[in-house]
Nanobody
Framework: QVQLVESGGGSVQAGGSLRLSCAAS????????MGWFRRAPGKEREKVAD????????YYADSVKGRFTISQDKAKNTVYLQMNSLKPEDSAMYYC????????????????WGQGTQVTVSS
């Protein structure tokens, strides 16, 4: 199994930045894709970004391209989501997720989930 723990959420004014962290433990060698999802009230769960654990591939939702950056520190088994130029519409619960498969789909492809961390952006 894989355990995921998110941190770094909080409240920030529009235009500000936050950096989310996802620390993975357990059988992390089985995780080939690490992703960040978010869910806002009244909205569908949305994949924000993901990254292939072997490197060379990243994905970003159109809504965050140019503002968010996903990265990983393999030595620390940690994945990050740097969020810049935050907008009120970015407010959501953010979840880290891991998949034993390639980065090939949405939330149904992910096997392990963290508890979530709240991001609130005020105007």
């Amino acid at each position: 199994q894989v355990q995921l723990v998110e941190s770094g959420g909080g409240s920030v004014q529009a235009g500000g930045s936050l950096r989310l962290s996802c620390a993975a433990s357990g059988n992390t060698y089985t995780s080939r894709c690490m992703g960040w999802f978010r869910r806002a009230p009244g909205k569908e769960r949305e994949k924000v970004a993901d990254i292939y654990s072997g490197g060379g591939y990243t994905y970003y939702a159109d809504s965050v391209k140019g503002r968010f950056t996903i990265s990983q520190d393999k030595a620390k088994n940690t994945v990050y989501l740097q969020m810049n130029s935050l907008k009120p519409e970015d407010s959501a619960m953010y979840y880290c997720a891991a998949s034993v498969r390639l980065c090939s789909g949405g939330y149904r492809y992910f096997d392990y989930w963290g508890q979530g961390t709240q991001v609130t952006v005020s105007s």
